[in-house]
């Protein structure tokens, strides 16, 4: 083991022991953890990593690009002396790069000076800007009853086979294209710059969100950060830190809007899981690192919006959850750490509905701050929480009928019945293509509310209902 000084930092020849994508150097002296390393193997072929940690005189390297070819003694270690840093620019939006930020669409380097480290910069909490700006995303499921705000992290949960994809697209395709205002009242429709980063998806996947972004013409407005399935799992690490590098640009010194989607971040925990069963680290939860909440919040928590900038960062992670287990480490730690949840129901996807969102177990911890007078509609927080009831009820009532059979429910049960599969089929589904506004997805609300004997509607004022309710009582 020999170890050598060269311009730019220090270079060690021979490694102790290789382990998967993992290199244990020894020889290494004055190394910092996350310090960026080229590693050549003996034929001359480049290569990046990164440190994982550091003791006396030895250093764990993580190989972005795997160890396959590396060998013990003719593997070459140089380190840097700083960490990784991705250059950002402007025009990287309408760009297509891979999991490490290097362009993959045939084009050249981005032309710029700037470089940011992958890790970003902490924000000062007192900086923050509390979220009020809502954001129609053109689904009624979401705008309505789980209202997304400008600077939220609000989490998609599906499962395998599920349409979260279409539903990312859609959502990426009607914020770039639809208004995006802060209130209602805005005469100016703000739209959304989107970085989206895919994790350990298939061609075909990756495929689907350039076509869909393509058509739409969104694409001119997209920067996409693309890990394959079939790309080194040690990249997926650095994928959603090079995304949200590019977010933070763009946002905070660009004064733009930025919409990010993670998906998926259930390839990025599996990554992460791997990574720590190589070094040896002690288990925690169904074989993940103890640390997996703090690693997750350091990704979720770079989204907000700060008081020197105008811009902002909304960040909308999906993960898909094994044997669509809600409690499992992925989903149950991310909704500690976001603002809610979107939870995609299988029963509603075999029924054809689309986009199959859950309502009873989706929800948006931010949403009472975004809606009402002045920003969607006065009667929006009230409307909300009376047709949240009123499908809670039909629950209710279902579960009732598999036991005593629909013929023996009450008059009023039988319109609760009436009403919960209108509701999933009128207001949740809406297709792949209608982007409707939040006038639309209240009227639509309050028809499927018109529904119901007008005494159950006890969440509503009287002034709303004389307004709204087209009932069979509506006169009464």
Do not use: C
Request: charged share 25%; no cysteine.
């Amino acid at each position: 083991m020999n170890e050598v000084t060269v311009l730019g930092g220090q270079e060690v020849v021979g490694v102790g022991r290789i382990e998967g994508p993992i290199l244990i150097v020894e020889g290494a002296t004055n190394v910092s953890y996350d310090e960026v390393v080229e590693i050549r193997d003996s034929k001359g072929h480049l290569r990046r990593g990164r440190v994982l940690e550091v003791g006396e005189g030895m250093a764990v390297v993580q190989v972005f690009a795997g160890s396959t070819g590396l060998s013990i003694d003719g593997t070459r270690i140089r380190f840097l002396g700083d960490t990784l840093h991705l250059p950002v620019a402007e025009e990287m939006l309408g760009r297509i790069f891979d999991g490490l930020g290097n362009p993959i669409d045939g084009g050249p380097e981005p032309l710029t000076e700037r470089f940011a480290d992958v890790n970003g910069r902490p924000i000062n909490p007192t900086a923050r800007v509390y979220p009020r700006d809502y954001i129609q995303t053109g689904i009624s499921s979401i705008d309505g009853l789980n209202t997304l705000l400008r600077g939220q992290k609000l989490p998609i949960f599906s499962g395998a086979g599920m349409p979260h994809d279409q539903l990312a697209a859609q959502i990426v395709r009607q914020a770039t294209l639809g208004k995006v205002a802060g209130t209602a009242a805005d005469a100016e429709a703000e739209q959304f710059s989107i970085v989206f980063a895919a994790m350990g998806v298939k061609n075909d996947v990756a495929d689907y969100f350039r076509r869909s972004f393509t058509a739409s013409g969104a694409l001119t407005r997209v920067a996409m950060f693309l890990n394959l399935a079939d790309d080194p799992p040690v990249e997926r690490i650095v994928t959603p830190r090079a995304a949200l590098t590019l977010a933070e640009y763009l946002a905070y010194e660009r004064d733009m809007h930025v919409l990010v989607v993670l998906t998926d971040m259930t390839n990025y925990g599996e990554a992460l899981r791997q990574i720590s069963n190589i070094r040896g680290e002690v288990p925690s939860r169904k074989g993940y690192p103890g640390y997996l909440y703090s690693d997750l919040a350091s990704l979720y928590e770079r989204t907000g919006r700060v008081r020197t900038s105008k811009g902002s960062i909304t960040q909308i992670p999906i993960l898909t959850m094994p044997n669509d287990d809600i409690t499992h480490p992925m989903p149950d730690l991310t909704g500690y750490i976001t603002e809610g949840q979107i939870v995609l129901g299988r029963e509603l996807s075999f029924a054809g509905v689309y986009p199959p969102v859950t309502v009873l177990p989706s929800l948006s911890r931010l949403m009472k701050d975004g809606i009402g007078k002045g920003r969607t509609r006065d009667d929006h927080p009230r409307w909300g929480a009376q047709l949240y009831a009123a499908y809670a009820r039909t629950q209710d009532v279902r579960a009732l009928a598999s036991v005593i059979g629909e013929e023996e429910l009450t008059d009023t049960d039988q319109k609760y019945l009436k009403f919960g599969r209108a509701f999933e089929h009128e207001f949740v589904n809406q297709g792949f293509t209608e982007n409707r506004t939040i006038e639309r997805t209240l009227e639509i609300g309050w028809k499927l509310l018109s529904m119901l004997p007008k005494n159950e509607l006890t969440r509503v004022t009287l002034d709303e209902i004389a307004q709204y309710y087209r009932g069979e009582d509506a006169t009464n």
